[in-house]
């Protein structure tokens, strides 16, 4: 019987040479006595025998009560009653209410386009001071961007403003001898609130607006700043001029085919 079986398997071996195929070869051998090709984690994996593994079901936790059993007194109204723990109010409301759906997005820090740097020479597109160009210094925890004209150069003070209204161009100031203090920040711009006193007629129609006054140490902190950024703008040629100059675009000009 052995003998049999022995020329069974020879026949099919052969019958697999010819037809081109060979026999399952195991995945893991042995390198020496003990020692496997493939690390128990590996075969492992390469076995696939995570998708068979069986996980224990957990247990449901049990339910809180939401019912008590107390005594009643009285012979007809039998010796217990069940009660809820938590009553329903008797009020409710004759319309539904709707209520605020919880919200998982979080505040996540404004992302500085890569164009703008330190010093680079921006064009404001809106506000009171669009056209004008000004020096980008820093961004502010807020996302927006710390900017000065010079106030000397083009009437531009500190001031913020959104990286959106902004064309970066090419131009650079050398502002690596420039510090600029951590005083400045969103709410050194906050405004001072003042409380509101009732006009009389002739101040309601009066047109005159009362001038704005800057505080000394605004001014103070303006000149400061500035003082560092004229000392870099005048080492470089034409530089005061160009910051200087209001952008403009003429007839036939388009901003998206323009390089800055």
């Known amino acids: 019987m052995i003998g049999g079986f022995s020329e069974i398997a020879e026949w099919s071996l052969l019958i697999l040479h010819h037809c081109g195929l060979k026999m399952h070869q195991p995945r893991n051998s042995f390198l020496a006595p003990g020692i496997t090709r493939l690390s128990r984690s590996s075969a492992f994996s390469k076995r696939a025998l995570y998708k068979k593994q069986k996980v224990a079901a957990e247990k449901p936790a049990a339910a809180p009560a939401t019912t008590k059993t107390v005594k009643v007194n009285g012979e007809k109204n039998g010796s217990e009653r069940v009660v809820a723990l938590n009553k329903a109010s008797r009020w409710y409301p004759a319309e539904d209410i709707a209520q605020p759906k ?18 680079t020479v921006l064009v404001l597109l809106a506000g009171r001071f669009r056209g004008k160009r000004v020096v980008f210094l820093k961004q502010l925890a807020s996302g927006l961007l710390l900017v000065t ?27 690596s001898s420039v510090t600029v203090d951590e005083k400045f920040d969103d709410a050194y711009f906050n405004k001072e609130k003042t409380a509101k006193s009732a006009k009389t007629e002739e101040e309601f129609f009066d047109e005159k607006q009362p001038k704005k006054v800057i505080s000394e140490s ?20 034409h530089l005061r001029s160009y910051l200087n100059a209001s952008f403009t675009l003429r007839k036939g000009q388009a901003p998206h085919a323009m390089k800055f």
């Open 149 to 175: 004209g010079p106030y000397k150069v083009n009437g531009v003070p500190l001031r913020r403003v959104n990286q959106a209204y902004v064309i970066a161009t090419s131009t650079k100031v050398d502002l």
């Open 218 to 237: 605004r001014a103070a902190d303006q000149k400061l700043v500035d003082k560092e950024i004229l000392a870099a703008v005048g080492q470089v040629a």
């Open 102 to 119: 919880a919200t998982r997005k979080s505040a996540k820090p404004t992302k500085l386009r890569a164009t703008i740097t330190p010093g």
